[in-house]
């Protein structure tokens, strides 16, 4: 409002007025609650927004009595110019059930007022299995299955239980019970659907109703047991088996177990041979009780067989003459202690590693068990230790101790030595025999164990003839004896030819004097005088320094 007041009583010539604006703000209002869902469930959104029509508010405040899971909010609508128009809004998921009754204040215009209403929320639909299912004996009550259920108004029943058990709600604690005598045995998937007002959930499970005791024959017919040896795998298969009591009939030395749904026989009879017939008792788990019967035979065990053409030892690499063998009757051979399946056919020895290799034979008799196994030992022996030593080099005429050296292939063994060829040696059956060969040669060592095994090295020793050195050679040009050729030096391709002057002066050095390089008796084509001149020269043989004089003539 715009005012104007007129001031009166002065001496002003002109009239005096007071002049101003006064705005007036209307009262808030709100409505009642509006769209409110028929059906609210706990865990699901509001299906429609609650809303309250508001006049003359700008905002709200903080909400009070709303459950969890809902929240409040203002919306401004186009307004008039006198009158504002707004909504105040509540939506969200409710995680909680109950009837809630809730305040929202208006802020903005004058007035305490609060938009009010009630909420009521249905309990949300769940199942939860209460304790793990026990399966029941067949014509037995069986213990019930119970299902916590929240929310749930009824069931529907979509099959699959045995005859004889149905399903309920119990109305003290709102559980799903199912209970009743099962009237038949076998595996039931079931499926049971609980109906709340807040949805539906699908119940699917398995019930397991136990039949009554049942007892197979023995795995094994008619069993042989052989005395002092352990029994072969044997057992009985039940169906529903909670123990079992005192066997009778059975050979002392067996023992019965109950493992699971089976029974097992095990252990080493020793008692007398004959047939055995034998029952079991066996109790239900479902009550009932039945026998698991049988018959097996005792045995003696057969004698070992007889191993022949012991012992079995070869070399490496050695083809056996022919196969292991033993006498007895139905012989079985085997590769290992126990287990495997043994061959009529008696197995050839393996030679290609030292090694002792153990092979296995039995044998049946007539009317009893097969044997204990005998074990056959083959030794498959290295070959000796052989060393012919090194090679040596000698002159004409000279001998030399041969080196050799040999060792047995097992501890404990010995060895024979033999050398090839022999004419040249002092003793071919030692490790180091002198050699006096006229001619390079090479000797063969060949060491045998007391096994047979042999081992072979060789040796050569290198024979040099003897150098001729002339004492007088005449380089005077004709071809003839123009060089000091000296005999047979050119097979000591290391040696050194030195030559002096009667005064001690070097005048000429060679190594590996050889016919093409021998003195010519020059110094740089320039001819040396007449006369004596002296040598030395070394072979390179380790042996001493070959001296003497040569003559130069013309």
Known sequence: YDYTIELLGGCADANSFAKGKIIVTDLMTVGAAQDIPLLICEQQPLSTTIRHAATNATGIGI????????????????????????????????????????EIPLIGGCG??????????????????????????????????????????????????????????????????????????????????????????????????????????????????CIGNALP??????????????PTGLPSGVKVELRGDTIWLSGTPLDNPRVYNYEIPVNGRCGGTALAIGTVELRDVSLLPTVTGTPYVYCVDEVPAGSLEATGLN??????????????????????IANVYTYYVTQREAGKCESNRLPVAVTVVPPPTVNAGPDRRIEEGQSVVLNGTALPSTSGGSVTISWT???????????????????????????????????????????????????????????VHDKWLI????????????????????VYEQRGYNSSNAWDGTNKGVPYPVGPYYYLINLGNGKPLLKGGVAIVR
């Open 63 to 102: 909400p009070m009595g709303l459950p969890a899971g809902l929240q409040a909010s203002f919306t401004a609508l186009p307004s008039t110019t006198l009158i504002k128009a707004g909504e105040v809004s509540v939506s969200g998921t409710p995680s909680v059930f109950g009837t809630f009754t809730y």
């Open 331 to 352: 012989l079985l051979w085997y590769d290992q202690s126990v287990g495997g399946v043994g061959s009529p056919t008696a197995p050839t020895a393996v030679t290609s």
């Open 233 to 246: 795998d044997w057992y009985h298969v039940t169906d529903l088996a909670a123990s079992i009591g005192t």
């Open 487 to 506: 005999g047979k030096i050119e097979q000591y391709a290391n040696c050194v030819v030195e030559i002096y002057n009667r005064y001690g002066s070097k």
């Open 421 to 479: 060829p022999t004419a040249t040696l002092t003793n071919a059956t030692t490790a180091r025999p002198t050699a006096r060969p006229s001619e390079t040669t090479v000797y063969t060592m060949t060491v045998t164990t007391n096994e047979g095994c042999k081992a072979s090295d060789e040796v050569e020793v290198v024979v040099f003839e003897l150098v001729d050195i002339p004492n007088v050679f005449s380089p005077n040009g004709d071809g």
């Open 112 to 225: 305490d007022v609060k938009a009010r209403g009630t909420i009521t929320i249905e309990e949300g639909l769940s199942v939860a299995l209460k304790a793990p299912i026990v399966n029941p004996c067949v014509n037995t009550v069986m213990q019930e299955i119970r299902y916590t259920t929240k929310g749930a108004t009824g069931l529907n029943n979509k099959g699959g239980l045995p005859l004889g058990v149905n399903p309920e709600l119990d109305a003290l604690s709102g559980d799903l019970v199912i209970s009743g005598t099962p009237l038949q045995p076998g595996k039931f998937g079931y499926e049971i659907e609980v109906v709340g007002r807040c949805g539906i959930a699908t119940i699917k499970d398995t019930i397991v109703v136990k039949d009554i005791l049942t007892v197979g024959a023995a795995s094994v017919p008619s069993p042989e047991a």
